[in-house]
């Protein structure tokens, strides 16, 4: 549009030239989509989306010349008949066409490496003392803690009751490799598949993955044990429900006593979709209460599935689970939670099977704090934005924190900025290695199908 010549002309005649003007902008984006240029589809730095040579420029990233990229990318793709990636609902298994794994690279390397059986560290330590003392209790127990990580939909959430829209299941909250198969969420999605073996005294260690929020006490991956009793009628006369509970807790208050020493502990009534009689069992340790445990009867829906309960044998079985990093962080006072990955003969030297030793802190370099801020896409999963910092940053980044939320009285439109704090464990970063990975996450934000601010 010739601006002077705009400026010129009435009020009447000024409306009319800026509607010609926008009509055709709209007629040239129309023509964009329209055009059949041989395309190829090539993966784009926002791991597991599609886009085309269209939308990629020769360095791997979105590209529109002379545009804004985020307003304009939403015109082309949807005139294109694209999707915007959005990691949100629950998959179909009825349509795989939709499907795309939201397992990253940065997730798919830590799949097997097993912090929990490597020799002197604290995660192995505190399995082995639960271990340790289970073995002690009854040597029937048996230790499974080799188990694939990879689990069927079926196993993890609908063996053990979980809600068939409960939140766990969405593709913004669990890593899914196809919509039947997952990184699994918790240790218990192997219960049913051991009690169909036949195994009726068992404990469960292992990774387990969940998208999560980023700070100091949150990671995408993280450790669970778990433990199983099979009570048999037929070796215990008139069996009881209540007899079940009075051995579950004091079979726990002894591993908390073996793990803690002797310390005030309180059971507190709790909810979970596999038990009833639902307990945690929280301690008194270094001046505030700390949940260690949650626990319960098994629900008899459980036992039935794998041949056993009510008409099948009418046994009863208790199981518990808990966090190793949890306990972990707190036994040996680690403040982050990062540390556990790290391979800083600083902090792999300080640890040694069967001993818990204080952690001594190394130097603490400095925050570099970046903000970005942008406008919601239609369909937003915060999970999604923690998962794109972290793609990026690795474990570089400390924390993301929602600083401002605002919603336009007119548009109606919200529009978030987060904080990240990056900051590195093990040296200092520079402002030039921030900055390239702030570009990176601003792209793949942007991507994502918001509107950058």
């Known amino acids: 549009v010739n601006l002077p010549l705009v400026m010129g002309m009435s009020k009447q005649s000024q409306r009319w030239a800026m509607a010609l003007a926008m009509g055709l902008c709209v007629i040239s984006v129309g023509f964009i989509g329209m055009m059949k240029p041989e395309v190829n589809e090539v ?29 304009l990318r939403h015109q082309i793709v949807r ?3 694209g999707k915007m990636p959005h990691a949100s609902g629950i998959p179909d298994p009825e349509k795989p066409e ?29 399995k082995s003392k639960i271990e340790d003392y289970f073995k002690g209790l009854d040597s029937d127990f048996k230790m499974f803690d080799e ?17 068939k829209d409960h939140v766990s299941r969405k593709i913004s909250d669990t890593f899914y490799k196809t919509p039947t198969e997952v990184l699994r969420t918790h240790t218990s999605a192997h219960q049913t598949e051991l009690l169909r073996k036949g195994e009726q005294k068992f404990l469960v260690a292992g990774d387990c993955f969940r998208r999560d929020e980023i700070d100091a006490s949150h990671y995408p991956v993280f450790h669970q044990m778990e433990g199983v009793r099979v009570f048999d009628p037929k070796q215990i006369p008139d069996l009881t429900n209540e007899m079940v509970v009075k051995d579950l807790k004091e079979t726990l208050e002894g591993m908390v006593k073996a793990i803690f020493g002797e310390v005030e ?10 038990t009833h009689d ?24 459980i036992l039935e599935s794998a041949d056993l309960g009510p008409g099948k044998g009418d046994q009863l079985a208790w199981a518990f689970g808990m966090g190793l990093e949890r306990l972990a962080m707190v036994l040996f006072e680690i403040p982050d939670i990062r540390l556990f990955w790290s391979s800083d003969p600083r902090f792999t030297t300080q640890f040694k099977d069967g001993e818990i030793t ?10 570099c704090y970046k903000d970005v801020s942008f406008w919601l896409p239609e369909k937003f999963e915060e999970n999604d934005v923690f998962a794109m910092v972290r793609d990026e940053a690795g474990d570089l980044v400390e924390g993301v924190e929602l600083i401002d939320q605002f919603t336009h009285p007119k548009t109606n439109r919200e529009s978030r900025c987060y904080r990240i704090n990056y900051r590195s464990m093990e040296r200092s970063l520079t402002n030039e290695e921030v900055d390239d990975i702030q570009v990176r996450v601003r792209d793949k934000i942007s991507h994502y199908g918001a509107e950058l601010r």
Request: aromatic share 12%.
């Open 278 to 301: 639902s307990m945690e069992l929280e301690v008194f340790f270094n001046g505030d209460w700390l949940e260690v445990l949650g626990c319960g009867v098994m629900q008899e829906k």
């Open 79 to 81: 005139l294109q008949g």
């Open 265 to 274: 502990m309180r059971w507190v009534d709790a909810y979970f979709p596999f």
């Open 43 to 71: 993966r784009s730095p926002l791991s597991g989306i599609k886009v085309s040579n269209r939308q990629i420029g020769m360095n791997g990233r979105p590209q529109f010349r002379g545009y804004k990229p985020s307003m």
């Open 147 to 163: 188990l694939d990580a990879y689990v069927t939909t079926q196993a993890c959430f609908d063996d053990v009751l979980v809600p």
């Open 98 to 126: 939709n499907f795309e794994s939201n397992i990253t690279p940065g997730i798919l390397e830590k799949v097997g490496v097993n912090l929990h059986k490597r020799p002197n560290h604290p995660l192995n330590i505190i």
């Open 358 to 367: 204080k952690f001594k802190p190394f130097s603490k370099y400095p925050p």
